[in-house]
């Protein structure tokens, strides 16, 4: 049974309601959060110089929604650069309607994931999310494992990373910039964004996600109530 704590030592927090960050394109600021890529698919917010202690762990937590007919499609949710090695980075995208990932050249979409042995089942068995509804998305980084939780429950964990080492210099929302282009651009909202300098327990998780339940619930019931084409 989860149940209520308190969160603290937050590092950083953006709500997202208005303009945050250094933002480009088509990016617009609502009480549904940044929305991204509404016409021409080139937005994207920029949080730069990160005020971030130079620890081993990490936790980012944001609520996250995506559109899009073609699944095929990757759309990025979050691109952290480490400035001081152009090698390192930490990309989280949605693929196949599922999240995945690849820190610093590990793949982050199957455990144990090798290309010689060809697809892991692992991944495939990872549960669908559903485009237009608002899930919370919480990431626990050590350079050693990550665990991504959806809605407060594991999703997947991916232990003995190899060279996981990265810091959290930049975060590209909404698109991952590889040189000097933009590429896999998000359709879709980013609200609440927080960061820690530590991981959080599902305790944490839970209770983060729980304060700003209230004003997403409404968006995900409407998203409910469009299925059978109910109005409010």
Do not use: C
């Not at 130079?54 to 095929?72: H, P, T, V, Y």
């Not at 991944?123 to 990550?146: A, C, H, M, R, W």
């Not at 040189?179 to 983060?208: A, C, D, K, M, Q």
């Amino acid at each position: 049974m989860r149940k209520v704590v308190d969160v603290s030592n937050r590092a950083l927090e953006y709500e997202l309601i208005n303009p945050s960050g250094n933002f480009e394109g088509d990016v617009q600021f609502s009480e549904k959060g940044a929305e991204f890529n509404v016409n021409d698919g080139s937005g994207y917010i920029l949080l730069d110089s990160l005020n971030l202690n130079q620890s081993a762990s990490k936790n980012i937590s944001m609520w996250l929604k995506f559109e899009g007919e073609d699944a095929r499609i990757p759309q990025m949710i979050f691109s952290i650069k480490d400035t001081t090695d152009s090698r390192k980075r930490f990309n989280m995208w949605i693929a196949g309607r599922r999240i995945t990932a690849v820190l610093n050249g590990n793949h982050l979409w199957a455990n144990e994931y090798d290309y010689s042995k060809g697809r892991s089942k692992t991944y495939y068995d990872s549960f669908i999310l559903e485009p237009g509804k608002f899930y919370f998305l919480s990431v626990n980084y050590t350079p050693q494992k990550v665990q991504i939780y959806i809605n407060a429950e594991l999703y997947q964990q991916f232990d003995n990373i190899n060279d996981g080492n990265i810091s959290f210099h930049q975060i590209y929302l909404g698109t991952e910039r590889y040189e000097n282009e933009f590429r896999n651009p998000l359709i879709g909202n980013i609200r609440n964004l927080t960061l820690f300098n530590r991981t959080l327990n599902v305790n944490e998780i839970y209770s983060l996600s729980v304060e700003s339940h209230e004003a997403i619930s409404e968006f995900n019931k409407a998203f409910e109530l469009k299925k059978f084409n109910f109005k409010q």
